[in-house]
């Protein structure tokens, strides 16, 4: 055997001896299902790329969580009315970046909806449909204009008593984000953080191929409408399927129109294809608020992000850009 053959044959054999494989783990964090996965060279280095991304999203559940008293957004919200609080850059940044996304949906996203939560409750404990009057006062509350910021002493006061926030509609895709922005930064080739159906991707899966995520029907979760590719960029999925209470036969979904202090109406479920997670996140929720024509619109005049819509009646609207193989 000549010495070029010889050379040839150790390369082959150290390009499989090295193949990479996808490694996944799915884990509960921040209250849902994550489904973490990464390309790596060995189940060993899969597991620390995955543990790296896990206490990545457990250190900003403990920033951003409103359930946790001890976090700096309880400390905000305790703070209503009263004074201003000092806060990390990150949870500054993160309230900015929401303000911003308030004036660009013309306040459909507004992370001080939360004071609703003493009104709207959406793990089945309601039985009847709260007083009109309770819901005035509640929405009374409800305004980001009222969410004041200070850059130069990094402070976030909530003008009014009885004020509340919460990133329920930005966190998934914010950690989802992060996480991918750790790996990346620790040589991660590619990987998704799918933060239960909020997702982002980046590089390849380990066979060279893109990955690729469906989009399902809500009431039929085993067809799915449409494949797509994902390459480096987020695909959010929201959904008033699961979390949702039912009076007169009205569906009321887990997202508040923040005008109004009711759930919005109208919409099963919003996809949402964009570069960024966050920005899919709490773009998803804003159409629900604006409804179908109104949300079509919006996505139409961004540019880079598309969508896909169902309404209730489980008819199928999509962006311009968007084609979709088989609807239904
Ligand atoms: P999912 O939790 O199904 O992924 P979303 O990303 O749309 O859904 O987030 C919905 C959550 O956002 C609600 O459970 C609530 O915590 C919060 N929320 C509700 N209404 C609004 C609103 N108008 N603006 C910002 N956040 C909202
Ligand atoms: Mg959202």
């Given at each position: 055997m000549s010495k070029t053959l010889l050379i040839v044959c150790f390369l082959m054999f150290s390009v499989v001896g090295f193949s990479q494989q996808n490694?996944?783990?799915?884990?509960?964090l921040m209250g849902s299902r994550f489904d973490i996965t990464v390309v790596a060279n060995s189940e060993n280095q899969g597991n620390q790329y995955i543990d790296l991304a896990v206490s990545e999203i457990a250190r900003i559940e403990k920033v951003i969580s409103s359930w946790d008293?001890?976090?700096?957004?309880?400390?905000?919200?305790?703070?209503?009315?009263i004074k201003p609080v000092k806060v990390s850059?990150?949870?500054?940044?993160?309230?900015?970046?929401?303000?911003?996304?308030?004036?660009l949906t013309n306040g459909?996203?507004?992370?001080?909806?939360?004071?609703?939560?003493?009104?709207?409750?959406?793990?089945?404990?309601m039985?009847?449909?709260?007083?009109?009057?309770?819901?005035?006062?509640?929405?009374?509350?409800?305004?980001?204009?009222?969410?004041?910021?200070?850059k130069e002493n990094q402070t976030v006061f909530l003008k009014l008593k009885g004020m509340k926030i919460g990133f329920g509609a930005i966190g998934k895709g914010y950690a989802a984000d992060k996480a991918?922005?750790?790996?990346?930064?620790?040589?991660?080739?590619?990987?998704i953080i799918n933060a239960s159906g909020d997702l982002s991707a980046w590089g390849k899966q380990a066979d060279g191929k893109n990955w690729m995520v469906a989009i399902t029907n809500p009431l039929n979760k085993a067809k799915a409408f449409s494949w797509?590719?994902?390459?480096?960029?987020?695909?959010?999925?929201?959904?008033?399927?699961?979390?949702?209470?039912?009076?007169?036969?009205?569906?009321?979904?887990h997202i508040i129109d923040?005008?109004?202090?009711?759930?919005?109406?109208?919409?099963?479920?919003?996809?949402?294809?964009?570069?960024?997670?966050?920005?899919?996140?709490?773009?998803?929720?804003?159409?629900?608020?604006?409804?179908?024509?109104?949300g079509l619109d919006f996505i139409n005049q961004l540019k880079g992000v598309e969508c896909i819509i169902v309404d209730e009646a489980n008819k199928v609207h999509s962006s311009k850009n968007i084609k979709l193989e088989n609807s239904n």
């Open positions: 490694f996944k783990k799915t884990l509960k008293p001890n976090s700096q957004t309880s400390e905000i919200n305790r703070n209503a009315g850059e990150e949870l500054f940044n993160l309230i900015e970046r929401s303000l911003a996304i308030s004036k459909a996203f507004d992370i001080s909806y939360a004071s609703m939560d003493r009104i709207w409750k959406f793990d089945g404990s039985k009847i449909m709260p007083s009109e009057e309770n819901i005035k006062e509640s929405v009374s509350k409800v305004g980001y204009k009222n969410i004041i910021l200070n991918k922005a750790l790996l990346l930064n620790n040589g991660v080739k590619a990987g797509f590719p994902i390459d480096n960029a987020a695909v959010v999925t929201s959904g008033n399927y699961e979390k949702y209470v039912q009076f007169n036969g009205v569906r009321y979904s923040p005008r109004t202090g009711y759930p919005s109406t109208g919409i099963i479920s919003v996809s949402i294809f964009t570069k960024n997670a966050e920005l899919a996140d709490a773009i998803s929720t804003s159409i629900f608020v604006m409804g179908v024509k109104t």
